[in-house]
């Protein structure tokens, strides 16, 4: 989340979500640094005329197990077919192979596997208080197959946001496509329904397409999301502590929330023996390792699985086709601090200034851990179970569930992040290929544009990532610093990581953008006199 948004809201409303609240200082300084929109695209070739990919496997993001070898055949930007060429290790070739036209190109991809682009549905573009520029997070997005995110509240401000989500739509930038969400956050209080409808009218004007709350006035919330619909957008919700005692996920998803974001107003909801979560007598939310400390500990204040309370509240959410974006990955750091700031991708990937942002400090959003000890990393570990059962058990019910990573924050880092989050669901319960339907299609149809990306399938947009691994049997593959493996030689090599990501159509060596990542990340080091990150 934007501090600046926060902090407009801190200064009026009874909302108060202190994501950023510790950010003030940093926002008075003159200096304030500014994200700068993507430099012009200098990545990628195409799209082509026509495109096939020959032999691949595919995982079409569907929940159908992988099917090959195929060829997918692409024209501009749009995939025109799917077509099977035979037997994994035939000779048969059938004799209606297509056949390349002229003008086109092809890539042999026999023994890589061709997934839809990752969908991030909680992904914010950097922020001036990590001070990291977009063309970073891109790059680290892009480098992992993702091919879509949703970033949740515009924090470098709506405008900005709008202008970089056309030139992404036009190919101008290396990114990915953008659906931006403005912060309930207005300039001034919102005291009466009609204003919160114009807020949303104008919100709307300025190029959202969805908004973003953490709670507000129930009577003003309301009135937004009712706006929302009949201006055919979207929303997504933190329910933050101080409004949830009277906005819970049952209360905004009866107005027509779209998604839960993390899973604070879904304990509430399941509360069956007290209305007010059991805060101790010293707690203070602006303090932030008190708010970190007692989230987890509040699942085991909710009502317990296949209890009365429980059904009814499964119930309901399934009957209102409610979507589920756990985000269970910005939360690892709580269970085992030592392994979040200790992950294999920060020593060439983190820029120091965000690895500043990270460090424990009482003024940064998610640097909370002021004293971190056992017992709080013990009740985390435990706060996990019934969180990710009830995630679990709505997804085998036939919910919706998608994949967010809200990288950025608490030692998680764009792009490894969301396939964090992959091998996170994994561990809910959920198979490989559920798994990477809720990264995909589940994405998409929450964003309302599955008709057109989401799936490998004839008429969708070409959205696409290709790995020489098979990530059904393994999602570390995935991260762009690959997975350790030991050879029949008995030496040890890093194996996958993303090889092209395709979008609309354009084919961008994922590795080459993860490369310049570390070039930036060097050249920084380089500019401050450092060789490696700070550790306490």
């Known amino acids: 989340m934007h501090p600046r948004a926060l902090l407009r809201t801190l200064a009026w409303t009874t909302i108060v979500s202190s994501l950023l609240l510790h ?11 500014k994200v700068p929109p993507a430099p012009a695209r200098k990545e990628g070739d195409g799209p082509y005329s026509q495109l096939i990919l020959r032999s691949a496997i595919v995982i079409n993001g569907t929940g159908a197990p992988a099917f090959g070898p195929t060829d997918i055949v692409i024209e501009g930007n749009r995939i025109v077919n799917v077509f099977p060429v035979g037997a994994p290790g035939g000779t048969k070739e059938p ?3 297509p056949k390349l036209k002229a003008g086109g190109r092809e890539i042999d991809l026999r023994d890589h596997y061709v997934l839809p682009g990752l969908v991030d549905m909680h992904g914010h573009i950097g922020g001036s208080e990590q001070r990291v ?3 970073y997070v891109y790059k680290l997005w892009m480098g992992h197959g993702i091919t879509t995110i949703r970033d949740p509240g515009c924090g470098n401000g709506v405008e ?7 030139r992404s739509e036009r190919n101008e930038i290396t990114a990915p496509r953008i659906f931006p969400y403005a912060f309930l956050t207005p300039e001034k209080p919102l005291t009466t329904p009609e204003e919160g409808r114009k807020w949303v009218r104008d919100i709307k004007a300025k190029g959202a397409v969805g908004m973003k709350c953490f709670g507000y006035r129930p009577d003003v919330l309301q009135a937004i999301f009712d706006e929302l619909k009949k201006q055919g957008m979207r929303s997504a ?4 502590q101080m409004d949830v005692s009277r906005v819970n996920v049952l209360t905004t998803a009866r107005w027509g929330l779209t998604t839960m974001e993390h899973w604070y107003g879904l304990p509430e909801a399941l509360f069956d023996d007290r209305t007010v979560q059991n805060y101790p007598p010293a707690y203070n939310y602006f303090n932030e390792q008190d708010r970190f400390a007692q989230a987890g500990r509040l699942w085991r204040q909710a009502a317990k699985p296949g209890s009365e309370k429980y059904e009814a509240v499964m119930k309901e959410l399934l009957a209102l086709d409610f979507t ?3 985000t269970f990955t910005i939360y690892l750091a709580s269970r085992d601090l030592m392994r979040a700031r200790r992950a294999d991708w920060h020593e060439q990937y983190t820029l120091p200034q965000l690895w500043d942002f990270y460090t424990p400090n009482r003024d940064n959003h998610g640097s909370f851990f002021f004293d971190w000890g056992t017992e709080d990393e013990v009740a985390w570990r435990d706060n996990y179970r019934p969180w990710m059962e009830f995630v679990n058990d709505y997804k085998n019910r036939g919910g919706r569930v998608t994949v967010g990573s809200d990288s950025g924050f608490i030692y998680q880092l764009y792009g490894f992040g969301t396939i964090q989050e992959l091998e996170l669901l994994r561990e809910a319960g959920f198979h490989p290929l559920e798994v990477l339907r809720s990264a995909t299609l589940n994405g998409a149809q929450a964003l309302g544009a599955a008709d057109r990306i989401g799936s490998v399938e004839p008429g ?3 959205d696409l990532a290709v790995l020489d691994e098979n990530p059904v049997a393994n999602f570390k593959v995935m991260y762009g610093t690959g997975h350790v493996r030991l050879g029949d ?7 996958g990581g993303v090889k092209y990501t395709i979008k609309d159509g354009i084919v961008y060596d994922a590795r080459r953008l993860l490369s310049d990542v570390r070039d930036m990340v060097a050249e920084e080091k380089r500019k401050r006199g450092i060789t490696q990150l700070a550790q306490p």
């Open 23 to 33: 950010t003030a200082a940093s926002l008075a300084a003159d200096d304030e640094y």
């Open 133 to 135: 520029p977009s063309e």
């Open 160 to 166: 900005w946001c709008a202008s970089e989500t056309r």
């Open 460 to 462: 969708k947009l070409a």
């Open 489 to 495: 030689d008995g030496r040890t090599r890093r194996v």
């Open 95 to 97: 004799p209606n192979r």
């Open 237 to 240: 919700c933190h329910h933050a």
């Open 324 to 326: 589920i974006d756990p």
